[in-house]
Antibody, heavy 117, light 107 residues
């Protein structure tokens, strides 16, 4: 069974960069898209984007100028970088597996990131 | 972007009730609609994809229907473990947008 686990700082200062990593175990990373989704304090879910093992990415246009995703197949992990954060970026960040059609069939447990000085 | 609107929210019901949650898309998304269940601070769980495709292990009391712009998630007989928040998500085009969620609580 595929398992995903997020890691990274729980507190980031305004204007700095949020960086998270997702470790994947229990299955191959090939043939799937690997996604980031966040949930704001009002419980809304927002799709951030995905990366494929080829390195191809697809980002939400609302965040595209600040988002970078990367992949490390040798470590079975992928990462999210979000620059110039503000309080509006405070959320629980989930890493997840997309079956390549947009359907999210496996999720990490989520990690809370708070943006505050 | 395609907008997704769920109703009602919240929804109060009793064990044994039949409940329906509606999700409306701002444009035709054919049948590219998924439903997720989220409980108590945990990650969402995929229930249904492609409007009516029940995922392995999901109880048969859950069903999905609809196409185009209007979709339903129906629970035929509510069980105590079904009280949760439910989200729809369009997968017709990126950015993949989720509905705002429907919190199903005990009446």
């Amino acid at each position: 069974q595929v398992q995903l686990q997020e890691s990274g700082p729980g507190l980031v200062k305004p204007s700095e960069t949020l960086s998270l990593t997702c470790a994947v175990s229990g299955g191959s990373m090939r043939t799937y898209y690997w996604s980031w989704i966040r949930q704001s304090p009002d419980q809304r879910l927002e799709w951030i984007g995905y990366i494929y093992t080829s390195g191809r990415t697809n980002y939400n246009p609302s965040l595209k100028s600040r988002v970078t995703m990367s992949f490390d197949l040798s470590k079975n992990q992928f990462s999210l970088s979000l620059t110039s954060v503000t309080a509006a970026d405070t959320a629980v960040y989930f890493c997840a597996r997309d079956d390549t059609t947009g359907v999210i069939d496996h999720w990490g447990q989520g990690t809370l990131v708070t943006v505050s000085s | 972007d395609i907008q997704m609107t769920q109703s009602p929210s919240p929804l109060s019901a009793s064990v044994g009730d039949r409940v329906t949650i509606t999700c409306r898309a701002s444009q035709n998304i054919k049948r590219f609609l998924s439903w997720y269940q989220q409980k108590g601070g945990k990650a969402p769980k995929l229930l249904i994809s492609v409007a009516s495709g029940l995922q392995n292990g999901v109880p048969s009391r859950f069903s999905g229907s609809g196409s185009g712009t209007d979709f339903n998630l129906t629970i035929s007989s509510l069980q105590p473990e079904d009280f949760a928040t439910y989200y729809c998500q369009q997968t017709y085009s990126t950015p993949y947008i989720f509905g705002q969620g429907t919190k199903l609580d005990i009446k």
